[in-house]
C-alpha cells in the first residue's frame, strides 16, 4: 500500500472557526457574498477583508490540496473500473493515456513515439545552435585577428613614414 503524505493545513488551523467556513464555503459552494455574510453573521466588509489576508490565502490553498489529496483514491478507483470494465474501446484508451499521463510517461498531446521524435529535434535544433555559436565565435577571432593585422600593417608604415 502506498502510504501518502498528509496535506499541511497550518494556516488554516490558524484561522478562526467562521474564517475556516468561509474557506470551505468558497471551496464547495458557489455563493454570493451577500449569502457568505449571512451564513458566517459578519458583515461583507469583514468577509472581503479576510479574503485579502495573505494566511486566508495560504489556507485556502491548503484547504483545496487537502481536498484533491482525498479525492485521487478514488479517482485512481474509477479508472481502474474504466480500464479493466468498459465495453467502449476508446473508453479504455482514454482511462489508460491518463493514467500514462499522470505517471509522466508521456504528455497531453503525445504518444511515447511522439514525445522521443520531439526529443530527438530538440537535441538536434540544440547542436545546431552550438554550431552557429562556434561559428560565430570562430568569425568575430578571425576578425579580430584580421583587425589586429590591419592596425599592426598601418602602424609598420606609420612607423615607416616617421609617424609616430
Known sequence: MI??????LENFAELTKKQQ???????EDETTLAEQAKILQVGERTISTWKTKP???KAQHEYAVAQLDNAVPTAVKELMKL??????????????QTVFKR???FTDNGTPELDKARIRKANADA???EARAKAMED???DMEQLLDKMLDT???????????
Not at 502510504?3 to 499541511?8: H, L, P
Open 139 to 141: 568569425n568575430g577571432q
Open 3 to 8: 502510504k501518502r503524505k498528509q496535506a499541511n
Open 127 to 129: 547542436r545546431v545552435a
Open 55 to 57: 494566511v486566508f490565502v
Open 83 to 96: 480500464i479493466t470494465g468498459s465495453k467502449s474501446e476508446m473508453v479504455r484508451l482514454q482511462a489508460i
Open 103 to 105: 505517471a509522466g510517461l
Open 21 to 27: 467556513k468561509l474557506v470551505k464555503l468558497l471551496f
Open 154 to 164: 598601418l602602424t609598420k608604415e606609420d612607423k615607416k613614414n616617421g609617424n609616430n
